[in-house]
T-cell receptor
Framework: GENVEQHPSTLSVQEGDSAVIKCTYS??????FPWYKQELGKRPQLIID?????GEKKDQRIAVTLNKTAKHFSLHITETQPEDSAVYFC????????????FGQGTELSVKP | GAVVSQHPSWVICKSGTSVKIECRSL??????MFWYRQFPKQSLMLMAT?????????EQGVEKDKFLINHASLTLSTLTVTSAHPEDSSFYIC????????????FGPGTRLTVT
């Protein structure tokens, strides 16, 4: 079945620096790749997503890139702020499975002031 | 828009009892709902996919007789943990797929289950 690998598991940066989180997926039929931010005890919040017909998408300080050939996608956060500290999850899904999401293992991001 | 609620937000039960968790889409009709389980410091693991009016599809390794899922309407799905044991203690999160986008999901706030 589909597998999503996420690295690193923890990431510590100084405020203002950039943070990059990477994911690889196994099923070449996957066509939707969302990123979620989860704070302790709360629901995952969608922060950005990308579909397979696009290579890059940006929303203010957050960007996602997709390399379909290599089957990997990355989250880039620029000018990090302490409130960016949380656990980030990547996920992948195929359209023919009704939106079933397979999640990566998560990255705990810590932004130090 | 696209609000999903869960009830209860937390529950403590004794070993051997059953617990029902409700997931509701408040302002849209959800053709598909998903149930996830998340242990501390771990990822979300999909338990099952439910479609309104049909039987749920369980992921490998998830006991369908222990985790009963009912999706009786386009706005309500329930998960019943039967004969709960301490190892079932976890954070259970539902999500709903909207009719306008079969890929985007809207997550509920989660239910913290503690089995003593």
């Amino acid at each position: 079945g589909e597998n999503v690998e996420q690295h690193p598991s923890t990431l510590s940066v100084q405020e203002g620096d950039s943070a990059v989180i990477k994911c690889t997926y196994s099923d070449s039929a996957s066509n939707y790749f969302p990123w979620y931010k989860q704070e302790l005890g709360k629901r995952p919040q969608l922060i950005i997503d990308i579909r397979s017909n696009v290579g890059e998408k940006k929303d203010q300080r957050i960007a996602v890139t997709l390399n379909k050939t290599a089957k990997h996608f990355s989250l880039h956060i620029t000018e990090t702020q302490p409130e960016d500290s949380a656990v980030y999850f990547c996920a992948a899904s195929k359209g023919n499975q009704g939106g079933k999401l397979i999640f990566g293992q998560g990255t705990e991001l810590s932004v130090k002031p | 828009g696209a609000v999903v609620s869960q009830h209860p937000s937390w529950v403590i039960c004794k070993s051997g009892t059953s617990v029902k968790i409700e997931c509701r889409s408040l302002d849209f009709q959800a053709t598909t709902m998903f149930w996830y389980r998340q242990f501390p410091k771990q990822s979300l693991m999909l338990m099952a996919t439910s479609n309104e009016g049909s039987k749920a599809t369980y992921e490998q390794g998830v006991e369908k007789d222990k985790f009963l899922i009912n999706h009786a309407s386009l706005t309500l799905s329930t998960l019943t943990v039967t004969s709960a044991h301490p190892e079932d203690s976890s954070f259970y999160i539902c999500s709903a797929g909207g009719v306008t986008s079969f890929r985007e999901q809207y997550f509920g706030p989660g239910t913290r289950l503690t089995v003593t």
